[in-house]
């Protein structure tokens, strides 16, 4: 028998709770979910809106909000997420210091990247933590980055009951990523941001996750992605050799 805490916190708890309707019974609309909850119709909008912030809720084009990609059971990986960050985290801030941009660590969902955990970078302007958030994988640095160093049929198994991706042109793009031994994300996904992705593989050349340099598309240059694709290959290293040690 669970107790109920001494001092709950209301608004964790009407967010769990509207977490789980979402999961277990469906859509809702706003009306209905504040019923549910026993709040306002106000309340109930700002909890479904951080919902969706966080991915544990999608608005559909109805206005009806349904279960996110966060609640959606994630592919397993080949190492704990747990691990990855904990390997990862220092090598991750290493990176930023040297390049100064902000660093994500992300793993393949499905279809979708989720982003485990971001170092972020000190400049006034610069791309914030994404940790917890979830995008298509095809769009990303890293997702693109994880899926080319995957075999092409595991690939097309994840494609090709997909409505929204065009698995002739995602086959093109992956090819050209593992000619240059990097992914681009240019604006793809949110407008004034650039990333850039390598793969973090095991030690059979498996891919278990991604990591990305992530800047504001102002201090994006061409003629410094070699260093930067330098500077990624060496921590994307450093992961893969601590992980091995684990």
């Known amino acids: 028998m669970k107790n109920k805490p001494p001092y709950p916190i209301a608004s964790v708890d009407h967010a769990l709770h509207l977490a789980t309707l ?16 026993g709040v306002s119709a106000s309340t109930a909008h700002r909890l479904l809106s951080m919902l969706v912030y966080r991915s544990y809720a999608e608005q559909r084009p ?3 909000y349904e279960a996110g990609a966060a609640l959606r059971p994630a592919a397993a990986t080949r190492a704990p997420v747990a691990l990855l960050r904990q390997v990862a985290v220092p090598h991750m801030h ?20 989720r982003f485990v955990t971001t170092a972020e970078c000190t400049q006034t302007l610069r791309v914030g933590s994404r940790a917890g958030h979830t995008l298509p994988a095809r769009l990303t640095s890293c ?31 992956l090819t050209l990523v593992r000619t240059r031994g990097f992914a681009i994300n240019n604006q793809s996904t949110e407008a004034g941001l650039v990333a850039l992705g390598v793969a973090v593989c095991d030690s059979q050349g498996r891919p278990i996750a991604g990591v990305a340099i992530a800047m504001p598309s102002i ?27 684990r």
Request: net charge negative.
């Open 94 to 113: 290493a990176l930023m210091a040297a390049v100064q941009e902000s660093v994500n660590l992300v793993v393949l969902a499905g279809t979708e990247a």
């Open 62 to 64: 109805d206005r009806s």
């Open 143 to 173: 997702g693109k980055a994880i899926l080319a160093a995957m075999r092409p049929a595991d690939v097309t198994a994840l494609y090709e009951d997909s409505s929204d991706a065009d698995l002739v042109s995602l086959r093109r793009e």
């Open 22 to 37: 979402l999961q277990q019974e469906g859509p809702l609309r706003v009306s209905e979910a504040a019923d549910r909850l």
């Open 219 to 245: 201090r994006f240059r061409r003629d410094r992605i070699p260093g930067w694709i330098r500077a990624l290959a060496g921590c994307a290293a450093d992961i893969e050799h601590d992980l091995e040690l």
